[in-house]
């Protein structure tokens, strides 16, 4: 122990023993068999006379900072990503990788500074953003690439290099598709419910199912943003006009508050009203009525979007998890489904 009652440095060993601090660290690590004895005396001696410890956490640490990635998630439950996080968690752990949960206080830029700050401390390999995050949190990095508290960043569903929307998450084509389908069992008058526009997946569904309203020549007797609560979606419903017959809610909790809201105004669902999810969550099938919604595989776009990252930081991580094969879909697997189920009908005549 130095006289100053800390713990000594690996520098003050050397300086003890004669010899550079690679010498001791080599010494630490194993290498003494390559030393001379003499090296080999000195080295100890100094260890001994100075009470040295290795401070293995400290080693741990520094060794494992680049196999840990974080992912960023919202604080608000409703809007936490499980399944994503899920997938994307086994595939870190298949490349070698942790992933740890960082969370998003709010949209501000006051908190994208402070995400930035945390991610800079925590030195992390990569970041995967699984909800929008402020501008004021994004960073460029050296080769262009975007990053945050410089590391690299890879958007689930959120953006791509040039921060445009990008991937399944943020596929709003099946918007159209519901559209159609309750056209095709007579529907003429809808409502939007839509979700938080500042998620590119809840801009994109409105902008689909404007489009396919003009396209049919159907009337949308409204719309409505919701946050992606349950809460939300009974709040819009209190708007939803008599003469709608068809409500589309951006997700599946919205659409539950979209129902039990039409349910205090007696109209029933789905004989006055049909509607409509999105996500297919597991409660989904067992809800009253069970509901119709869009069913996606979200463990794989999170197992596609951790290896996506992989691939601006560890390309021989990449292909541990690639090989691992859980991020793959067979190409004539359709990444989104339209799932039936009693909460559309026909409209009664």
Known sequence: MTTTGRPPTIHEVAREAGVSHQTVSRYLRGGAMGMKPATVTRVSDALAALQYTPNLAARSLRSAKRLRLAAVVSEAPERMPLRVLQGASAAARAAGYSLEVVYLRDGSDAAGHE?????????????????????????????????????????????????????????????????????????????????????????????????????????????????????????????????????????????????????????????DVSVTGWDDVPEAAFSVPSLTTVSMDLEAEGRRALVALLDAIDPEARARAVAWGGHETPADSPRMRLRVRESTAPPRR
């Open 115 to 271: 995400l930035a700050a945390h991610v800079r401390l925590g030195q992390y390999a990569g970041v995967l953003a699984l909800v929008p995050l402020p501008e004021a949190a994004v960073d460029t990095l050296p080769d262009g690439a975007p990053g945050l508290g410089g590391a690299p960043l890879h958007g689930a569903g959120t953006y791509d290099a040039e921060l445009k929307a990008s991937g399944v998450l943020a596929d709003g084509g099946m918007a159209e598709r519901i559209v159609e389908y309750l056209a095709d069992l007579g529907h003429r008058v809808f409502f939007h419910v839509a979700g938080d526009q500042g998620w590119a997946s809840a801009r994109n569904r409105l902008h689909r199912y404007r489009g396919a309203i003009a396209r049919l020549g159907l009337e949308s007797a409204g719309e409505a943003v919701g946050d992606w609560s349950a809460a939300s979606g009974y709040r819009a419903a209190q708007d939803v006009p008599e003469r709608v017959t068809a409500v589309i809610a951006a997700n599946d909790p919205m659409a539950w508050g979209v129902i039990r809201a039409l349910h205090e105004r007696g109209r029933d669902v789905p004989d």
